[in-house]
């Protein structure tokens, strides 16, 4: 009996069948999905891009087949307790349209505009065990199967990204990094179209470069293997095109980063921005002496003034003159103190007799 031939395959999809080997430390996204542009108006949110990749991860080896695949609530949660947000978020997914190059059915290039999936089934149980069941359609199918280039991907840094922009740039620099020239040179258009900034939104580029590219930079350099460089290039005093190179860290940097993912969530925004402060030890505490009791004294009165002071010097220069005549003379009482009272008269005895 002839043995029935396997289909055959492209690396994409031997690479995620290698990745289930490593308990789901790996997630592997083809590079057709992955350095793409999302269509005007199309911006997903960090929640919708984290689950497009951790339904990417579920299908793994298995994403090429017409089959249905199962993930439940709570791998999709993330440590969320709730499940409020989980319908919005699967809403956002079942609407991402993608735009990518292709054939026609003629076998022509092609602009290809559409969807990822056939069907999106969310079991209405809100138990941590409840399922999402998706099936890819065929265009997501076909791309699956053929694709030789892929972005593997640290799941634990990109859980760690808090930046939904952040996200797509780790998504490129996995696909990149590594190359012999890792590197992107793109319009600030399509710079725009591929990060998924919405329009209207952060129309300068100096708005562009400080509330998109430089916040991710610090999450990718502090958090992936390898680090982001930005470089503009100007036609005078615009910025035409800008240019991306993701570089491969040493050991070091590696082993650092490895080290950040397993610390605690709380306070890396400020470790990642080096705003964190480190307290100094405090020492032993020693004995210490009773103070001393406070001896009250009278406050000082004010220094006389120049006239006093030369009224009393000249008081004790002169010298005091006495006469020997009044020494020996008795001291009389005055002629006051000895008068006699006068006896009333009549007209104020008669002024004193009561009516």
Known sequence: MPRKSLPSVGRTIRAAAAAEQHDGTEIVKPGELTDISFPRGVSPSLAARRTLALLLATAGANGWKDQVHRITKREIRQGHKSNERLKDTLDEVAGIRLQTGGLSSRGRAAIVRAGLFDELIEETDDGDQS???????????????????????????????????????????????????????????????????PEGVYRDWTDLQRFVLSKAKLEIDALAHFTLQVEEVRNGRKVVRVRLRFLLKDDRGIDAAADELERPKAGRKARIRGTVEHAEPVPAPTAIAAPKPVRKTRPAADPPSK???????????EPVQLDLEDLTRPILPSPESTAKRRPPTRSQRERRRPV
């Open 307 to 317: 006239a006093v002071r030369k009224s009393r010097a000249k008081a004790v220069d």
């Open 131 to 197: 399922w999402v069941e998706f099936r890819f359609n065929r265009h997501t199918r076909a791309l699956l199967k053929d694709s030789n280039t892929f972005a593997a991907m640290n799941r634990a840094a990109l859980m760690a990204l808090q930046s939904k922009y952040a996200i797509t740039l780790y998504e490129l620099g996995c696909l990149y990094a590594g190359r012999r020239h890792p590197e992107m040179d793109l319009t600030v258009p399509d710079l725009r179209l591929k990060l998924g900034v």
